[in-house]
Nanobody
Framework: QVQLVESGGGSVQAGGSMRLSCAAS??????VTWFRQAPGKEREGVAT???????TYANSVQGRFTVSRDNAKNTLYLQMNDLKPEDTAMYYC???????????????????WGQGTQVTVSS
């Protein structure tokens, strides 16, 4: 049983910054990954952070977003800078408790999902 709770979403102007949080339980080091989905579009893997701190990013956010993890709090963060209107989406975190190194950006890997937090970027 894995529980994920996202927070930190809201509305910002283009060029602004936000930080999302994903609190995961139980407190174990397994794959937790950020996804997003905009209306009418498929769910997109955004960023992931594995046991050895290897980070993987979607091309659309590379250089603007940074994923990190607080192991003591078992929380995954997504720092989003230079936000663009096309970043508007529902952002989800997802967990794969069977893996800790091979953390990918494909949604098919992840059986556990949070409820999401909405991010809206205005021009």
């Amino acid at each position: 049983q894995v529980q994920l709770v996202e927070s930190g979403g809201g509305s910002v102007q283009a060029g602004g910054s936000m930080r999302l949080s994903c609190a995961a339980s139980p407190a174990k080091r397994y794959c937790v990954t950020w996804f997003r989905q905009a209306p009418g579009k498929e769910r997109e893997g955004v960023a992931t952070f594995n046991l050895e701190a290897k980070q993987t990013y979607a091309n659309s956010v590379q250089g603007r977003f940074t994923v990190s993890r607080d192991n003591a709090k078992n929380t995954l963060y997504l720092q989003m800078n230079d936000l663009k209107p096309e970043d508007t989406a529902m952002y989800y975190c997802a967990a794969d408790p069977s893996r800790s190194l091979a953390c990918g950006l494909s949604q098919t890997q992840y059986p556990y999902w949070g409820q999401g937090t909405q991010v809206t970027v205005s021009s």
